[in-house]
């Protein structure tokens, strides 16, 4: 909900939508639901304007700035200031305190700078999609736009390393083309981090003082809510240090073995279930000499592994609902980890098999040129055409049920923006609304392309090319889905990319073990080499670089200076102006209480 803009307008960002059969169960406007609504919400000082659209009623809400500086002053909330500082929001000192800018002017700007701006391929206004979507989607979109830009570099490398033939220099081209790559995710990894550092300095990312849902005591349900919350345990350690301590390792450990017993089923099931299935498919694709069998058994195979991914997302989110989990982040990224190790299966299995076990390079190339450049542009048109498409049926439905009533007579068209934007989809995963939003499906697609162009670098030097094209393509089909064909998504407060940087951590770990695996066997099947010096000269090669992986985060650090040292005078202004105000109420308690005594 937005304030009044520079000019004194309201701004309407809720919207609550009531189906016009149970909007007016009377004729009478005294029993009218909609209006009794409406009223109730005028008494707790809000505007609402109401909308009678073709099959539902839509009541638009807004907060004039007196109101919304109440709540937010009951709720304690931390707001930025004109001098930087984030500082608890006081309705006596309004005019100090930055206001939110026109929501509906960023989003028309964003259409012209970002989703229909093509000249430049990789900036973007991150700025203004903070402003208008929130940190988390704006974090996703500032770390791919990075991601992009980096790709370019060995992109270019890997197209002179595939199209030019260096006769017996390739002995050394490869393994070069190799250290270089690991090293670029590896710098990657690490300035992103400085990156991310850089924004959180500049962006006003505040939490609540509230106490977050998803702390639960032991013994209650997943879904319940807890009946005592965190300062209560730490009112009993403070009255009973034995007791309390007992209390808090109990919760502790308790919640560590609930987790690791939902990871290990999720990895059992993994284990049992889908690695034989993906096996068979890899053999069966291996084995066939049909292309036209083989197109057929890929088209069962990707609409059963569809089906398996789909109900092993149920699975884990329903595992998760029990665990006792601090924050919405700690379940978020809890599912990031179990629906990661199915895809992660899925997509790379088949792959593993081909390369390492038939070492059959053909079939390696033929396998990533179809997953980084037909899937993904595939997948990128399902993307975009599915919500249009969804969009239009609604309309379509909509149009019919109306043409269907009785008594209604001509061209039938809807007049209200709020009704068109209520038949948008909604920006959510594939995995369903409980824990994540559409987000959670495009941070997947990166991290299992960024997999399969550094795993097997050494085998297909062009799909980095390939994924900075589609990544170009992404980052604009992603703006105009967000900002034209998709419901606005409610905002997210987060701070970093959460379990995927791990995750892009752990591919790179992998990385180095593979490419190392398939230098042995190329040079191997090239007859170069024996295979015994050369598994040695590849087992230096990996130890050095995890060496290298390891000791690069000591060289650079996560943060740069200017951000700690922003971050440092922000603390000490804070700390001294909240100490002065500290001396200033306890000075003025004691005046008052002598101002009494003297009476």
Known sequence: MNNEDSEGELVFEICVVIPKRDAGLHRDDDFDCGNVFAMELQHAGLVVERVVGNSDEFFKVAAPLETLGRAAAELRLMKRTHIG???????????????????????????????????DFTTQPVDEIFAYYGPKIAIYFAFLGMYTQWLLFPSFIGLIVYFIDYGSANLVVLPTFFIVVILWAIMFSQFWKRKNAALLARWPITYGNAVDEGYKVIGMKGNAQPQQNPMDLIKLLEVDRVKGKKVFTKYEWFNHLLRIRNDALVIVSIICLQLPFELAYAHLYEV?????????????????????????????????????????????????????????????????YHALLHRNFGTLRKVLIQRLLISEVVQNLIETSLPYINYNYKKYAVRQNKEKEKGSAGTFQFTARVEKEFLKASYTASTGEELEDGLFDDFLELALQFGMILMFACAFPPAFAMSALNNIMEIRTDALKLLAMLRRPVPRASATVGAWLNIFQFLILMSICTNCALLAWLFDEEGKWKIEPGLVVILIMEHVLLLIKFGFSRLVPAEPAWVRAARAKNSSQARDMYTKRLLRTISGGEKTREMKKID
Request: charged share 25%; net charge negative.
């Open 85 to 119: 500082m984030d500082l608890q929001f006081d309705m006596m000192e309004v005019d100090a305190f930055v206001k939110q800018p026109d929501d509906d002017k960023i989003r028309k700007n964003l259409l012209k700078t970002w989703a229909l701006q093509w000249w």
């Open 288 to 352: 066939l000499t049909t292309d036209i069998i083989k197109f057929a058994l890929t088209a069962i195979y990707l609409a059963t592994i569809q089906y398996i991914t789909k109900l092993g997302g149920k699975v884990s989110v329903k595992l998760i609902m029990i665990e006792h989990n601090e924050s919405p982040e700690t379940r978020a990224d809890s599912l990031v980890y179990k629906v990661f190790g199915l895809y992660f299966m899925q997509t790379y299995i088949g792959i593993f």
